[in-house]
């Protein structure tokens, strides 16, 4: 058996879709949802998601203002321009890229943001609303994850075995508090995996469902996997590659091409994850414009 193919674009574009309309909506209104966006330093992945995410944002109509500063800015420099970014009345959502340089502290400048702009969820207001079950802005990968699996047929997340794998602040911890929700969107039954777990593999072969969020390739191999089971890559791994010509390409964490003769449902990398974690932080800014407009 070949595993069904979950495609990310297709279900990003029909978020995207339901989302323009809105945006169209709210225009009418004369309210247009608006973004800010904050890059220090130079990394070339973190370079590559902040130009995707603001070319997607221009493709729904959503203003986007791009700040790009040197490796070397201060902390302060960096709290004033979020406290700017707060204030200003165009931007819905602040987005400050991750991860920050080692010389500022980075849940100070989380902290700094306004809960209510804080479309990536990761102010701890926010993820306290979450892990409570209050209305909260989502992190946008888990929230992207969550409603991939809610979009493909056959996927039932009632009473399922999860084992996800990675307990980061930005996918393995919150995904793991939205799955256990008592909600439509939860109900399941959850296991993280981590780099201290005991044995792994045995936890994912009871899994029916194993999201694998560890950043390593291969973490992941078909053995670990049970018959029938739905696969959610997470991971983005460069590797060498010397027949491209960036020199690198994309791999996720798991042994796509023998995982795939095994589930029965995988996403690929790249076009898995990746476009549902940039739509979720679209449906944030557009969600956060209504509520300052007491559309909500
Ligand atoms: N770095 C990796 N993923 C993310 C994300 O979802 N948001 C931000 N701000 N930085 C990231």
Redesign the pocket.
């Known amino acids: 058996m070949s595993a069904y193919i979950i495609d990310g674009k297709v279900i990003a574009a029909q978020i995207r879709e339901e989302l323009k309309a809105e945006v169209a909506n709210l225009k009418q209104k004369n309210i247009v949802p608006g973004l800010g966006v904050i890059l220090v330093g130079a990394d070339p992945a973190s370079i590559s ?1 902040v130009t995707a995410k603001e070319k997607a944002c221009e493709e729904i109509g959503i203003y986007s203002e791009d700040n790009r500063l040197p490796a070397d800015t201060s902390e302060k420099d960096l709290l004033a321009l979020v406290g700017r970014m707060n204030n200003n009345p165009k931007i819905n959502g602040i ?5 920050l340089p080692k010389h500022i502290d980075e849940q100070k400048v989380l902290l700094a943001i306004d809960p209510a702009k804080d479309v ?1 969820g990761f102010h701890p207001m926010n993820v306290g609303k979450m892990v409570v079950g209050d209305k909260a802005f989502l ?3 888990p929230h992207g994850v969550v409603q991939m699996l809610l979009r493909t047929l056959g996927v039932n997340l009632d009473g399922a075995e999860v084992v996800i794998v990675g307990r980061s602040n ?1 996918v393995g911890k919150p995904l793991a508090n939205m799955l256990i929700q008592k909600s439509k969107t939860g109900n399941a039954t959850v296991t993280v995996c981590h780099t201290r777990t005991k044995d792994i593999k045995a936890h994912t072969l009871r899994a029916d469902i194993v999201i694998a969020a560890a950043g390593r390739p291969n973490t992941i191999t078909a053995d670990m996997v049970k018959d029938g089971a739905v696969v959610i890559d997470v991971g983005v791994n460069r590797i060498e590659d010397a027949t491209k010509k960036s020199g690198f390409r994309l791999v996720g964490d798991c042994d796509f091409d023998a995982i795939k003769e095994k589930a029965s449902a995988i996403t690929p990398v790249p076009g898995g994850v990746g476009p549902m ?1 940039i739509t979720m932080l679209l449906y944030n800014t557009v969600e956060s414009a209504k509520n300052a407009n007491n559309l909500l």
């Open positions: 998601y987005l400050v890229q991750l991860p990536d992190p946008c990968t930005i974690t």
